[in-house]
């Protein structure tokens, strides 16, 4: 079989790229964001209400063997469960994008927390009302590794409306931790929440996040680890 000549059909060489792809001072920052919470809280359809590329799920049909392991009580029409994470993208502006990771909220996946969450910036918390024990795992674990987060209450239908201030001291939180009522299948209030927890992060680990938000020169030194688990560390 005979081929055309490669050096005549070879693609011209387009030269220098535009904007940012040749200027690295403006390519858009990336950071890392945790989504967590309970079993079947809204993690899947926060990510997805989002996500600008299509997101990654690792969702797995539930069987009658986890009938006695995961509750179903509040989402009886819950078919389906995800095993490893939730992956998505959101650029909330021409220079800083959001990938998402949400975890599996079961106890049985809380090993792979350290994983997900090393080199996060920060944590949204989703809570539901109905079962706002499901949350505390997630609570204590970022507090243990000090990693800046908020409680965002995903609003179910058919149930009760509660409080900011009300949800904050049910769950015994520290008066600086946004608390946020909003809906996981509305962009808008998932974008809200995201913003939230982005300024959160500035407040509270302003050198950690200003490297990547702002893109600080690679020879700048680097900020000591916060310690915790989120870094390995015992």
């Known amino acids: 079989m005979d081929y055309a000549d490669s050096d005549a059909t070879a693609p011209r060489d387009p030269g220098p790229g535009p904007g940012w ?5 403006r390519a858009p920052a990336a950071t ?3 989504i967590a919470g309970g079993f079947g809280v809204g993690k899947t359809t926060f990510v997805g209400s989002v996500s600008e590329i299509t997101p990654l799920r690792t969702e797995a049909v539930m069987t009658t063997a986890g009938e006695d392991v995961d509750d179903h009580t509040a989402v009886p029409a819950k078919a389906t469960t995800t095993v490893a994470m939730d992956f998505g993208r959101i650029t909330l502006d021409t220079d800083l994008v959001l990938y998402l990771f949400g975890t599996p909220g079961q106890q049985r996946f809380w090993f792979m927390w350290d994983d997900v969450v090393r080199g996060a910036i920060g944590a949204v918390v989703l809570v539901d009302t109905r079962r706002l024990a499901d949350c505390f795992p997630a609570l204590d674990y970022f507090e243990s590794c000090r990693l800046p987060y908020i409680v965002a209450v995903n609003h179910f239908e058919g149930t009760a409306r509660h409080s900011p201030e009300a949800v904050r001291e049910a769950l015994s939180l520290e008066p600086d931790v946004p608390v946020i009522t909003m809906d996981a299948r509305h962009r808008i209030t998932v974008v809200e929440t995201l913003l939230t927890l982005v300024g ?8 950690a996040v200003s490297r990547a938000v702002h893109r600080a020169a690679p020879s700048a030194a680097p900020e000591p680890s916060r310690g915790g688990r989120c870094d390995g560390s015992s």
């Open 21 to 25: 792809q040749t200027d690295l001072s």
């Open 32 to 34: 890392k964001i945790v």
């Open 200 to 207: 959160r992060a500035l407040e509270t680990t302003p050198g």
